[in-house]
């Protein structure tokens, strides 16, 4: 009987330790069974020791879940979804974040480019800030307008939230001032053209004028045309130098006459009087010297007077001493009701010009004497409109 019940014994024994050499390398898992292949969980394997069971090693079981894309709960589903917004905060304020694809987002204001909209929204603390807005130019009247006359663009301006266009010069009702007023292109047209005038061409008449000479002819030939039957309108003709080259002086070539007149003079410059000092300084002093009127000029007792200088030289003067641009420009001060304006191919917009000088002096202005017969002419036109207009 001892014998039975030893032997039972030692085969007992034995299959414990068949059992456990069986399941040596065999998946293990000592979580939930239903977690073991979700997410970031799996088995471990079974590892054992000089024929007996050991233990369940390299398993991963269900962790705290952290914002890295993963599912460490074992959960199922989205990762990091168990996890729960926390406040965060931007620089236009405070606000939550959530775990989103691995990485925290924060969903507060964040900083925008800077439009006007009465709103901080680049959140530098300053509502529209100037600084940061766009430069942007604008004009609210008709398009062939722009540039013409007066009228100039203006700049968009962020007011209280709204674009406004400040600074922008739009076209107003035509006025008696020399300027285009209505920006069409022209110089004080439809008014009333009841002022007489006397008008003063003085043309340098030196070898480097001819053709000049020539364009003015045909410029000149327009007025006939034009200014014929308008009574009260007077022109004369002076020479600096004449077409003879021993005359060095200015001389009246013609006196007062009408458009025809005029017309025939211009007819007769030539432009060949040689080089040398051209006289337009003391002609322009002769013409506007109203005291004792050297040249003898038969001006209007109440004509309006307007003065048109055509050289292609600096101011120049050929007596001794000489005149002076200084000079000129006293006179011009001195005699406000005269207009001067200027024909000339030099640089008479750049800064101490002799010439801008005189012309700002005589409430004038610089022409180019290089243009064509028709730009010639319609400068003319502008020139004459401005003075002829009643005040």
């Known amino acids: 009987m001892r014998l039975v019940l030893l032997?039972?014994?030692?085969?007992?024994?034995?299959?414990?330790?068949?059992?456990?050499?069986?399941?040596?390398?065999?998946?293990?898992?000592?979580g939930d069974p239903k977690q073991a292949h979700v997410g970031e969980c799996h088995p471990g394997v079974t590892v054992c020791e000089d024929g007996k069971e050991s233990v369940c090693s390299g398993y991963q079981l269900p962790a705290e879940e952290a914002c890295d894309g993963l599912d460490s709960s074992c959960r199922g589903g989205i990762p990091d979804m168990d996890l729960d917004m926390r406040p965060c905060s931007s620089a236009c304020g405070p606000g939550w974040e959530a775990c989103i694809g691995g990485a925290w987002v924060c969903y507060a204001p964040q900083p925008k480019p800077e439009v006007c909209d009465g709103l901080d929204s680049d959140c530098d603390g300053i509502v529209d800030n100037?600084?940061?807005?766009?430069?942007?130019?604008?004009?609210?009247?008709?398009?062939?307008?722009?540039?013409?006359?007066?009228?100039?663009?203006?700049?968009v301006r962020c007011i209280a939230g709204q674009k406004m266009c400040i600074g922008e010069v739009l076209p107003q009702p035509e006025v008696c001032n020399g300027k285009d007023d209505n920006c069409q292109g022209r110089v004080d047209e439809d008014l009333a053209q009841t002022r007489d005038l006397d008008i003063v061409i003085i043309f340098d008449n030196s070898g480097s004028m001819r053709t000049v000479a020539e364009t003015l002819k045909q410029a000149i030939g327009t007025w006939v045309a034009k200014y014929g039957s308008i009574a009260g309108r007077r022109y004369a003709?002076?020479?600096?130098?004449?077409?003879?080259?021993?005359?060095?002086?200015?001389?009246?070539?013609?006196?007062?006459?009408?458009?025809?007149g005029i017309a025939?003079?211009?007819?007769?410059?030539?432009?060949?009087?040689?080089?040398?000092?051209?006289?337009?300084?003391?002609?322009?002093?002769?013409?506007?010297?109203?005291?004792t009127n050297p040249l003898a000029?038969?001006?209007?007792?109440?004509?309006?007077?307007?003065?048109l200088v055509f050289s292609d030289e600096v101011p120049q003067s050929s007596r001794i001493p000489k005149a002076t641009t200084d000079q000129v420009v006293a006179a011009l001060g001195a005699d406000t009701t005269v207009v001067l304006h200027v024909f000339t191919s030099n640089d008479a917009n750049a800064e101490n010009n002799d010439w801008a000088r005189i012309a700002v002096a005589g409430r004038g202005q610089n022409w180019d004497i290089g243009a064509t017969a028709a730009v010639l002419g319609a400068n003319l036109d502008q020139a004459i409109a401005a003075a002829a207009c009643q005040p």
């Open 237 to 260: 003709l002076v020479v600096a130098p004449d077409n003879n080259p021993s005359v060095k002086i200015p001389r009246l070539y013609q006196d007062m006459t009408d458009a025809q």
């Open 297 to 307: 000029i038969d001006w209007g007792a109440n004509s309006g007077r307007v003065i």
């Open 7 to 30: 032997a039972v014994l030692l085969f007992s024994c034995g299959n414990d330790q068949l059992r456990a050499v069986s399941d040596c390398g065999k998946p293990c898992y000592p």
């Open 130 to 155: 100037p600084a940061f807005l766009p430069i942007e130019y604008c004009y609210e009247g008709p398009a062939d307008t722009l540039g013409y006359g007066e009228c100039r663009p203006g700049v």
């Open 264 to 291: 025939a003079a211009i007819i007769d410059q030539s432009g060949y009087s040689g080089s040398g000092y051209e006289p337009t300084l003391e002609a322009m002093l002769q013409v506007l010297d109203g005291a």
